[in-house]
Structures are given as C-alpha cells and as structure tokens.
C-alpha cells in the first residue's frame, strides 16, 4: 500500500507544545517529524529557488524515511515570464537529488485563482507539464474553469497528476464534491486547505504575511473520516496516495493529518 500523510511545512515555532515537545530545539524539528509522518510537503520552495544541496539535506536529516513532495517556484505559476524555460532547468536540478534518492513524491504546480482557463494559459501548462517529463507531476488549480474532462484528459496524456482540495466552497474555486473522477494520473494527490471561507479572501498567502489566517481550520474528526473511504478507492484503484494538510496555524494540520493517519491504519486493519 502506497500511502502517504504528512503535512504542508514543519519549520513551525508555534508548533512547540501543540505537535513538538515544549524543549525540542527548531534543528531538530524535522528529525522529530520523521519519526510521526512519512511524507512532507515542502512549500519554502515558491518563494525562493530551491538548490541541490538544500534539498539532499533533507534527505539526509530524515534517514531516507520521509517522501518529498516540493511546491514549484512562483516564476512557473504565478509570475510566468518568457525565461520560464530556465527557471524550470534551475528547479529540476534542484529537485534532482531527491528524484535519484527515490523520495521526490511528486513536483506540485499551483496555479492561482487568477490563472484562467484560456488558450494562451493551456499552452503554457502543456509547455511546462512537458518540460518536467521523468518527473511525477500534479497540478493544482484554483479556478474551477480547470475542472472538466478535457483537462483530465490532457493530463493524463502527459502523465500528469490533479491535486484533489478540499478548501471552502466559494464562487470561483473548484468543488472537488462535484468531481466524478477527482484523481487524475497515478497519483492521487490530496490537499486540505480548510474550510475557512470567512478568511479566505482577506488576504493573499504569497504576498501578505498575514495569509495563513485563511488556513486556520481545525477538522473534526467527523469530516476527516468522510476522507477514508474517497482514499480507500484510490488505494485499490492502485494509486500512489499523498495526503497533506495544508491548515499549519495553531498546529491544527499536525494534529489533524496524526489523527487521519491513525483513522487509516484503523479502516485497513479492519479490511484485512
């Protein structure tokens, strides 16, 4: 079984006495979470250019345990440029060593919600699925123009992956509820961002620093089980599951992601 859960980040002070221990020095955070999860989002990678030695540390710092998943730079998604192609090289060569370790669990585009869905922006997404071939791609989009079977098709035909969020339901953003077939590819990529739609469009996460407010969500355990049986059929569908909670503020997404993961060893012992 080919089941990932972890979280969107760790490097997180405020997580001191909610998710680490009250004297855990900030270094050793990451050794610490290794030893609770076996996937890790990694999103400090949009704002700067990521570089080789940086991510084979973090290999290194979890004794191979851990699976990969790194957010593509801000130069691909959201401030695309006519040297997109080089930023692209930069950023595979960063990834790379993780790719050679087998642990890069997958490359994620997110895209914003004010990337339409238009001709010139179809183009660009097939330039850029296609100039990351050999890598496990997922796309995320944040605007439900996205959400129909042509782009699923596209998709898979550059063996590429569609994020699932779980996220408020507002006027623009995909309901992934509505989703006949929510994982594209072979990876089933989850993401849960929320349900914060008061905080949603206070402010923006890439450029304000109080955007994490639209994170701060705390699952219940009712609404995190509705998620086993959607990930039991991706398993047996024989997909690579990537579940990660992206709702960081107050330690709620390391508590919510510990009390899912212990809900599917739960429903799989009593599968067997």
């Given at each position: 079984?080919?089941?990932?859960?972890?979280?969107?980040?760790?490097?997180?002070?405020?997580?001191?006495?909610?998710?680490?221990?009250?004297?855990?020095?900030?270094?050793?955070?990451?050794?610490?979470?290794?030893?609770?999860f076996n996937a890790l989002e990694l999103n400090f990678s949009f704002y700067g250019m990521p570089v080789p030695e940086k991510m084979l540390?973090?290999?290194?710092?979890?004794?191979?345990?851990?699976?990969?998943?790194?957010?593509?730079?801000?130069?691909?998604?959201?401030?695309?440029?006519?040297?997109?192609?080089?930023?692209?090289?930069?950023?595979?060569?960063?990834v790379k060593p993780l790719l050679e370790k087998g642990?890069?669990?997958?490359?994620?585009?997110q895209f914003p919600e004010s990337f339409h869905y238009t001709?010139?922006?179809?183009?660009?997404?097939?330039?850029?699925?296609?100039a990351f071939d050999g890598f496990p791609v997922v796309v995320e989009f944040r605007h439900k123009e996205w959400i129909k079977d042509t782009v699923f098709m596209g998709l898979e035909s550059y063996k590429a992956s569609l994020c699932f969020c779980d996220m408020p339901r507002l006027k623009n953003l995909p309901d992934g509820t509505l989703l006949d077939a929510p994982f594209v590819?072979?990876?089933?990529?989850v993401r849960l961002h929320g349900r914060n739609a008061e905080a949603w469009y206070a402010s923006e996460p890439e450029t304000d620093s109080n955007g994490s407010e639209r994170y701060k969500y705390d699952y219940s355990a009712d609404e995190l089980v509705q998620f086993v049986p959607v990930i039991n059929t991706a398993i047996n569908a024989g997909k690579k599951v990537h579940v990660y909670f992206n709702n960081h503020p107050c330690g709620f997404g390391a508590k919510n992601a510990k009390l899912f993961k212990e809900?599917?060893?739960w429903s799989n012992l009593q599968l067997l």
């Open positions: 079984m080919q089941l990932y859960i972890g979280t969107s980040g760790y490097d997180y002070p405020e997580w001191k006495g909610e998710f680490y221990p009250q004297d855990l020095k900030r270094a050793d955070f990451l050794a610490y979470y290794a030893t609770i540390s973090f290999y290194e710092r979890t004794d191979g345990k851990v699976v990969f998943s790194v957010k593509a730079n801000q130069l691909l998604t959201h401030k695309i440029d006519g040297n997109w192609r080089n930023y692209a090289e930069d950023f595979k060569n960063a642990v890069l669990g997958a490359v994620l585009f001709k010139e922006n179809r183009i660009y997404l097939a330039m850029l699925v296609s590819g072979n990876i089933a990529y809900m599917m060893q």
